[in-house]
């Protein structure tokens, strides 16, 4: 497996690269492990760990610090202190991806196999293929970017104050889905509707006639 850890000085970004096997170990500013990957803040400088391929084990995103999920396969996944995720591909299976301590979670592609929670940090949800649930926990937010979105209530837990969502839409990147949402008293779902692929580039085309009309005028 190809991690590629870029250390952020001024402008220019200080790159190593580096193949990790189990049990091994990347260390520059900050350490990255083979099962309980953990990536963590050395210095003062965050930095951010990018997986393109291969495999990882249980990761931990902490410090302040991002990564970057392109290609490949981890099983799960916990970001906390503040940290970034972003997903654009690859897939997960094993215990779910988890958002805490204010970090953030924006899946915009990628293959989830188990829940994904929001517990006192956000996730974002623009598109991905999803095999089971969401929920938000404490003060977790996840909010939902799409076109036709509608969340119907189905239950409610008066002993864990939570209340139990089917949604229903189309995501941001054109997937239709229906999906169970849980969401506690102090957490929030947030949905968001967003122009269709579509309709966005013909607002790309429109907006320069228009523009052009009126300074003609």
Same mark, same amino acid.
């Given at each position: 497996?190809? @991690?590629?850890?870029? /250390?952020?000085?001024?402008?220019?970004? *200080?790159?190593?690269?580096?193949?990790?096997?189990?049990?091994?170990?990347?260390?520059?500013?900050?350490?990255?492990?083979?099962?309980?990957?953990?990536?963590?803040?050395?210095?003062?400088?965050?930095?951010?760990?990018?997986?393109?391929?291969?495999?990882?084990?249980?990761?931990?995103?902490?410090?302040?610090?991002?990564?970057?999920?392109?290609? &490949?396969?981890?099983?799960?996944?916990?970001?906390?202190?503040?940290?970034?995720?972003?997903?654009?591909?690859?897939?997960?299976?094993?215990?779910?991806?988890?958002?805490?301590? *204010?970090?953030?979670?924006?899946?915009?592609?990628?293959?989830?196999?188990?829940?994904?929670?929001?517990?006192? &940090?956000?996730?974002?949800? *623009?598109?991905?293929?999803?095999?089971?649930?969401?929920?938000?926990?404490?003060?977790?937010?996840?909010?939902?970017?799409?076109?036709?979105?509608?969340?119907?209530?189905?239950?409610?837990?008066?002993?864990?104050?939570?209340?139990?969502?089917?949604?229903?839409?189309?995501?941001?990147?054109?997937?239709?889905?229906?999906? &169970?949402?849980?969401?506690?008293?102090?957490? $929030?779902?947030?949905?968001?509707?967003?122009?269709?692929? $579509?309709?966005?580039?013909? @607002?790309?085309?429109?907006?320069?006639? /228009?523009?052009?009309?009126?300074?003609?005028?």
């Amino acid at each position: 497996m190809r @991690l590629l850890l870029a /250390i952020g000085v001024l402008l220019v970004p *200080h790159q190593l690269y580096a193949d990790i096997f189990d049990s091994a170990a990347v260390l520059g500013n900050g350490f990255v492990a083979m099962y309980e990957s953990r990536i963590v803040e050395s210095t003062n400088s965050p930095f951010t760990v990018v997986l393109d391929g291969g495999f990882a084990g249980n990761v931990f995103v902490e410090g302040n610090n991002t990564f970057e999920i392109r290609s &490949g396969n981890y099983t799960d996944l916990d970001a906390r202190d503040q940290s970034l995720v972003f997903s654009y591909g690859g897939s997960t299976f094993g215990d779910g991806v988890r958002a805490y301590d *204010h970090s953030t979670i924006t899946i915009f592609d990628g293959l989830f196999d188990e829940d994904v929670i929001a517990h006192d &940090g956000t996730v974002n949800v *623009h598109g991905g293929t999803f095999r089971q649930g969401f929920s938000a926990s404490g003060h977790g937010t996840l909010n939902f970017y799409g076109t036709e979105l509608l969340a119907t209530q189905v239950g409610y837990d008066d002993s864990i104050q939570t209340t139990e969502y089917h949604l229903t839409g189309r995501l941001a990147s054109g997937e239709p889905f229906l999906y &169970g949402v849980s969401v506690g008293a102090d957490a $929030s779902m947030i949905l968001h509707t967003v122009p269709e692929p $579509s309709t966005a580039l013909l @607002l790309l085309i429109g907006l320069p006639l /228009i523009w052009r009309r009126n300074c003609a005028a």
